[in-house]
């Protein structure tokens, strides 16, 4: 039998994300944030877990979508994040979170082509469950900014 590729689903507004299973750490409930002067608008802050900092990104940012406050359903997903032949601790802020599945047919396909600019490079695939196009993240890109040099080194400090 094959192995089957497992995704964390979650939402974000009213759209469904996955993000390769493989790559998450742990799923915490929204707690307080400490802030960082001058950070990028995407970076919350920081919070600490089990005496490890780690550096919040805030998921509707990052993709172009206004800010909202937490609910209930608001879940902080604790990643191991490639970049540039590394690996960074990293928190994403979701609205919510739903499972652990596979997807359907177990494969997904490239983002359309839609003849326009369009930022997309950070889109793996879509896949779909039943009637629901799951959009899967490829973490490294989502992650590549001008920005980014500030995440690493909060994680690096953070490790220290």
Known sequence: MADTAQYLTLGIDQELFGIDIRNVREILDMRPVSKL??????????IDVRGTGYPIVDLRT?????????????????????????????????????????????HTEAAPDVGGR???????????????????????????????????GLATESAA
Do not use: C
């Open 37 to 46: 002067p001058h950070a990028p608008s995407f970076l919350l802050g920081m």
């Open 62 to 106: 990052k993709l172009g979508l206004p800010r909202m406050e937490p609910t209930d359903a608001t879940r902080i997903i604790i990643l191991d994040v490639p970049v540039k032949g590394r690996t960074l601790g990293v928190g994403f802020v979701a609205d919510r979170v739903f499972e652990v599945t596979g997807l359907d047919d177990d």
């Open 118 to 152: 369009w930022q997309s490079n950070y889109i793996a695939g879509i896949g779909r469950k039943g009637e629901a196009f799951i959009v899967v993240f490829d973490l490294e890109r989502l992650m590549e900014s001008d920005d980014l040099p500030v995440l690493a």
